[in-house]
């Protein structure tokens, strides 16, 4: 298992950064802050150079989120010659015997670096339930809020980057990091196509007015923090904290698509999605540990395949196979997971308003990178699409394997406000026939 690195302020800021640093104006800023938290210099110089190591093979995770509900039979699992098979024709992938959609042509030449999960099976049917077992691994309780998969990984394993939030949530809402608390809460990242809004100082404000605004601050807070040692003061602080590192740290260009080459930004084009997965790219890169990209709208009850879906496709193709062929390009899908997945699948039998229902009887999802098997296919469902037909997966079993190829304990139990042990997974195993 790895241990988690104790260190002040891991609460996840909105502030931005004009890339500039220099020792008396970045050390002003961020003593006032680490002030604030009674911590002295050696505290600071300590934070400065905090980075921590991955115990698994697994350094860095990009969930890439389809909100509502993909149809499997019309992404990742085709039925060419069945009655449920709809429009779409089946594309013929780099991955021997794999066939996808053929709205997916740069994810097919890619099918070659990453493997599908064709088995996926749950109860849930409801989309914020089932979205809350995909992200948590639990059902929805009214005692307790469970923290997502982004933020047990902010909590079990150590930072990469001191200067960078380890869990980050681009173009979406996310759920969040429930009794973790907010040390494990995401950085939301909410328009892709600005991700440095709020990074900055304010238009108007001078570094003089600003330092000025500091040194005000501070002399508010520090009595405060002092009487009131509260949970909630302490985390405030640590967001104030992190904020201010990193508005001054040369890795909030990460964020910044002005330091991208031209040409790969031209390639992903200027699509809110395909923007996301860039930076998500460049993130892990940088050393984020979770990241969650999303791309909503596949709730496709009616008039699904005229339009809806063919551009939800292109759209995902787009992003997500140009993030998969650039990893791998770079040789760092070996130490990063993808895992593209929504909350169910769609009815095998498109219904008469020309759409697919909910169905979490079976579904799928793709996987990449990080020890995941390269070209392979998990599971199957039955010829019509509408049953498990081998291997059946558990959105837990998705889960544990994640952690385990990230080295993190997935049997391990962290304790709630009031006690309640909570395991990191709670029903699941890793599925030892999809890790390389």
Not at 389 to 410: C, I, Q, S
Request: charged share 25%; net charge positive; proline share 5%.
């Amino acid at each position: 298992m790895v241990r988690k690195a104790q260190a002040t302020g891991t609460q996840r800021g909105c502030i931005d950064c004009d890339g500039q640093s220099g020792f008396g104006r970045r050390s002003f800023l961020k003593l006032g802050a680490f002030s604030f938290m009674g911590m002295g210099l050696l505290d600071l110089l300590r934070a400065d150079v905090l980075a921590g190591s991955a115990g698994g093979r697994c350094d860095s995770v990009i969930l890439v989120w389809l909100g509502g509900g993909p149809s499997h039979i019309d992404t990742w699992d085709p039925k060419p010659g069945h009655a449920n098979g709809g429009p779409f024709k089946p594309l013929a992938t780099s991955a021997d015997g794999i066939q996808i959609s053929e709205h997916f042509p740069i994810l097919g030449r890619n099918m070659k670096h990453g493997s599908l999960v064709r088995s996926l099976t749950s109860k849930e049917g409801s989309h914020e339930r089932a979205t809350y077992e995909m992200h948590t691994g639990y059902k929805p309780l009214a005692s307790i809020k469970h923290p997502s998969l982004g933020s047990l990984a902010a909590h079990e394993m150590d930072k990469k980057n001191a200067d960078l939030p380890s869990y980050i949530s681009i173009g979406g809402s996310s759920w969040g990091a429930g009794f973790l608390g907010a040390k494990a809460a995401p950085f939301m990242i909410g328009d892709p196509n600005n991700p440095m809004r709020n990074v900055k100082i304010p238009d108007g404000v001078n570094q003089g007015r600003y330092n000025n605004r500091m040194q005000l601050l501070r002399s508010l807070d520090t009595p405060f923090a002092k009487e009131e040692r509260h949970e909630v003061v302490l985390d405030y602080g640590g967001h104030f904290n992190d904020a201010v590192q990193l508005m001054y740290s040369q890795s909030v260009k990460a964020f910044d698509l002005k330091n991208e080459n031209p040409a790969v930004v031209a390639r992903y084009g200027n699509d809110g999605f395909a923007k996301s997965c860039l930076i998500a790219r460049r993130l892990v890169e940088a050393g984020v540990r979770f990241v969650e990209v999303s791309l909503g709208g596949w709730d496709t009850h009616n008039d699904a395949f005229k339009t809806a879906l063919p551009n939800l496709s292109r759209r995902l193709d787009t992003g997500l196979g140009n993030l998969v062929e650039d990893l791998a390009a770079s040789g760092k899908l070996d130490s990063t997971m993808i895992l593209c997945t929504g909350e169910f699948g769609r009815t095998p039998q498109i219904n008469n308003r020309d759409g697919r229902d909910h169905y979490p009887r079976v579904w799928s999802a793709f996987v990449a990178g990080g020890g995941i098997k390269k070209g392979h296919v998990h599971g199957s469902s039955d010829e019509a699409g509408a049953a498990v037909k081998d291997a059946p997966v558990r959105p837990g079993d998705l889960h544990a394997t994640m952690f385990e190829l990230m080295g993190v304990d997935y049997r391990k139990e962290n304790f709630s406000k009031d006690g309640r042990p909570i395991k990191v997974v709670n029903e699941g195993e890793p599925i030892k026939a999809l890790i390389g």
